[in-house]
């Protein structure tokens, strides 16, 4: 077809453009040498791309997209591709586009330890910065599990969450400057290290969290904390979601800003861990219902921390809201505990086929949406398991319905009864005021959940503002608005 | 003239319409009731209004908007008029706007203290939103001099700042969702109370800082924290500002989020309080050329935390860092040192004509910036007595050139006299890579900076989305963007 004969010669030139702007070892096109690029890390989605670049600097990033708007070739930014809902990978609907990969851009280009700030280049790893802001005695406090793979440039984009929201907010609120290439190929160059700026429209926020639709990040600056180095941390069974919820009100009144993490899963959750990741244990004697892990961190008054820890939970037993309860008393069962947290995804995936969903409602609604999700679901698949994995502090509940593999094998259409079951969980966050992504982002997954449940005046804003930005819809076309 | 008369048609029936929608009583139109609408609380700045129009909902608010929008009459949104940059009154130059002057919209419609948040009107002042939040055991974190008559619809449009930003962040940094009349009358409803939502752009950072150019805000949702009972209070004399910054890093070292206040005023600053406010008095023995009042706050442990300032601060001494110190012992003495700190603006308006200027830079760049705008003034006016107040903290620094009545009174060109020195001390900022308004925003007297120190690319930028979301520049004309 003349089409797809005109498709070919405009790739052609493109990517002639391209090897001749960056080196041909910058510029990937083999099949074999795509693959990586073009599927999610968990193999469920896989898109055609014209080419895979790799710039080293802003300057290729600026020119790469000046010559894909100039080809009419869309551009996909990718950093880690660690994506929980196919936001890194291209779809199979519209052009394939060319993916940016931020890998080489990697360098941390300064640190200004007395005014708390770093600036890097999208594609350092996370880890990476939160170990040289360590060294300068500094937290870049956002963590979370793909830590060790995940990009500056994709937490950006998604305004990624994790474990230490409760204290520290987002990505978005670690944040101080941005530097963006724009749908025109100009640099933003927004790479302030102020703490107070209030000089019109905070741009940044326009790039933050919007999944590389409106611009490509390529450098930030990050906002450093003093650097914990004492925590207390316990594992206790509350008597119920709403106990904890009060349990967690007690703990913020009394430690305040001490409080970094009140992190929930059920007993359902906390089996499968026992039974399929070798080494982990029940801390408590006896299997409960429900499950909290708390931690406190502080620069100062670790004793003090452990005795106020202690106090807390000695005050919610007393106030019959706890079955029991253990404090870790040395770095090794600190780590323990944190295991137990950290091996949910493990377990789940051995155990059985969950649907997971990213809700969240306000934090005093948590046990209400527990509740009536449950009986959404049970509506639909009577006595069906139930995974509770909560950020219980930020009214993030990740409510899985769980089947075990021979169940999920013999149901007729399994797609739609995903597709149902998170509907219908989502549907009672939404009651609730509550939001169908909490961390996670839209990506390819979420993307009906916006057509949903998105009001009219919220869509047409985001699209004015798209508009506005990339007015020939070359950054990430379908994504984000649907 | 056929346009006035046009226009007066078009106003009279306008008004007539705005009175038939919202009552005779919410629209004001006579000359002495537009007076405290129309002219700044200082007296030094006004301009013409079409009418000042009180709604009494949010409903309201959309309506004035719709028959604003049909009589082609700009929109002024204006809340407690405590601007200091001229920002809430109208300008000379442009069609006199309708004021929408959201007094009236003061409901606290809903505290969820489990959730830490509460849903307001626009209008409500900011010390009713403080005390209601304490009356539930919780803070609303941000502070400033004119809390008690500034309204939080005015503090979101312009991002205010004030005493507590070193701990709690800015205006934008304690919201969680607002309530927005669009351009075109359209209500967006996103008072969301979630601490976590990741669907795409976060359209509250639209309105936010925008100074009602883009919308109104008419509700907002905000962001409460623990309520920190237990206050430790010192004032010291650091060597000098280098010093003070050496210090700082040794309290955020130590005390992490305890640290809720570190403010440094100079010499000259101290000797207009002393001179100029009956009752203040130096807290030490001498006067020094460098001041800091520095607090920490916590929920818990106010012996352990006396402690710890008293020991941070023998560091200090120790290591050669300061010259005195003395710590508050009761809230009374507490509270008088506060009121120095309190009591600068009094001071400096009776002792003289200062120049304010509102900078801020890396907190790291503020003794250079000291230094440096120093010299930049004294290259000018040898000699001149400077006043600095700095949030030292947020690397904040108010640097005021600072005249005798007489010195000022023989000028030749007061005016310009002005705008060099005032430009001369913004380029330091800016060559620091710093901002010319860190936290009292743009206003009217901030619009030739914006044009001076913003890229084409942001300038840019932030037209095209006000163009996206009011294409008729029905907000604010004039406003923001120069």
Same mark, same amino acid.
């Given at each position: ?253 009394? =430690?305040?800003?001490?409080? @970094? *993490? ?5 007993? !359902?959750?906390?089996?499968? #861990?026992?039974?399929? +990741? $070798? ?79 990213? =809700?969240?409602?306000?934090? @005093? *609604? ?5 509740? !009536?999700?449950?009986?959404? #679901?049970?509506?639909? +698949? $009577? ?100």
């Amino acid at each position: 077809m003349l089409i797809e004969e005109l498709d070919m010669k405009t790739v052609t030139a493109l990517i002639a453009s391209l090897e001749a702007e960056l080196g041909a070892n910058a510029v990937l096109t083999a099949e074999s040498d795509l693959a990586p690029f073009t599927e999610d890390w968990r193999g469920r989605y896989k898109g055609p791309a014209a080419a895979v670049v790799q710039p080293s600097n802003t300057s290729q990033v600026s020119a790469v997209v000046r010559l894909c708007a100039a080809h009419g070739v869309p551009v996909l930014p990718q950093g880690g591709n660690t994506s929980l809902c196919a936001g890194a990978v291209p779809a199979n609907v519209g052009l394939p586009p060319v993916i940016v990969n931020l890998t080489r851009m990697r360098r941390i280009r300064h640190i200004d330890a007395a005014n708390g700030s770093m600036e890097v280049e999208a594609g350092c790893v996370l880890k990476t910065i939160q170990d040289a802001a360590a060294a300068e005695d500094r937290l870049y406090a956002v963590s979370l599990g793909a830590e060790g793979s995940c990009q500056i440039g994709g937490n950006l984009s998604t305004n990624a969450g994790g474990t230490a929201v409760l204290r520290y907010g987002n990505t978005r609120d670690n944040v101080l400057g941005l530097e963006v290439v724009l749908a025109d190929g100009t640099v933003w160059n927004g790479l302030r290290a102020l703490r107070k700026d209030n000089t019109g429209l905070d741009l940044k926020h326009l790039f933050i969290g919007t999944e590389g639709t409106l611009g490509i990040i390529t450098a930030a600056t990050l906002k450093l904390h003093p650097l914990p180095v004492q925590h207390a941390l316990a594992w206790f069974a509350p008597v119920d979601p709403a106990a904890a919820l009060h349990i967690l009100g007690m703990f913020q009144a009394a =430690c305040g800003s001490r409080l @970094s *993490a009140f992190e929930m899963i059920n007993r !359902r959750q906390l089996e499968l #861990v026992i039974e399929h +990741v $070798p080494g982990r244990r029940n801390p408590l004697s006896e299997l409960h219902e429900w499950h909290v892990l708390v931690e406190l961190g502080d620069t100062h008054g670790g004793e003090e921390m452990a005795a106020l820890m202690q106090q807390t939970l000695e005050h919610a037993a007393e106030s019959g809201l706890i079955h029991d309860a253990v404090l870790a008393t040395n770095e090794t069962q600190r780590a323990t505990f944190w295991e137990i947290r950290h091996s949910v995804s493990e377990a789940n995936k051995k155990g059985g086929v969950g649907l997971t969903t990213d =809700c969240a409602v306000p934090v @005093s *609604a948590v046990p209400l949406f527990i509740e !009536r999700a449950t009986q959404a #679901v049970h509506a639909i +698949v $009577p006595g069906l398991d139930i995974i509770v994995v909560a950020h219980l502090g930020d009214g993030n509940a990740h409510f899985i319905p769980f089947f075990t593999f021979d169940a999920w094998r013999q149901l007729a259409d399994r797609s739609s009864m995903a597709n149902t079951l998170r509907r219908c969980v989502n549907d009672v966050a939404h009651e609730l005021r509550g939001t169908f992504s909490a961390e996670h982002g839209v990506g390819q997954t979420g993307l009906p959940e916006m057509a949903h449940y998105k009001s009219a005046a919220e869509l047409r804003l985001m699209r004015a503002v798209k508009n506005a930005l990339d007015p020939h819809n070359l950054f990430n076309p379908g994504r984000l608005l649907p």
